[in-house]
């Protein structure tokens, strides 16, 4: 049975750095893409970053790049998120997902994603 589990969330002051992390199990992991969404109450969940199979080509959306850093260790079958310079529009619940077969075209569309994690709250104060 396939489990994602975000941890690493927190709150933080504007202009502060966190780091998260998703941890998977149940299955190998280094054929994946992986993925970041967030959802901020009252709004769409919205893609953030997201990296290809074997931590090959990086996607990031444009309210996160120069900011965000997404990267994988296959090994631990475990991805990150550093994310820094943070401001108070960053606030939302974060999820990390996974897909076997996704292809690089849908790594921003989350219903391309197979699996998903139960979020993690970011709260960034001004």
């Known amino acids: 049975q396939v489990q994602l589990v975000e941890t690493g ?3 933080v002051q504007a202009g502060g750095s966190l780091r ?3 941890a998977a ?3 190998t992991f280094s054929r994946f893409a992986r993925g970041w969404f967030r959802q901020a109450p009252g709004k769409e969940r919205e893609f953030v970053a997201a990296i290809f199979r074997n931590g090959g080509s990086t996607h ?3 309210s996160v790049k120069g900011r965000f850093t997404i990267s994988r260790d296959n090994a631990k079958n475990t991805i990150y998120l550093q994310m820094n310079s943070l401001k108070p529009e960053d606030t939302a619940v974060y999820y ?3 897909d076997p077969s996704l292809i690089y075209s849908d790594l ?3 219903s391309a994603y197979d699996y998903w994690g139960q ?3 970011v709260t960034v104060s001004s």
């Open 96 to 98: 990390c997902a996974a």
């Open 25 to 27: 199990s149940g299955r």
């Open 119 to 121: 979020g993690t709250q």
């Open 9 to 11: 969330g927190g709150l």
């Open 108 to 110: 921003a569309r989350h």
């Open 20 to 22: 998260l992390s998703c």
């Open 60 to 62: 990031y959306s444009d």
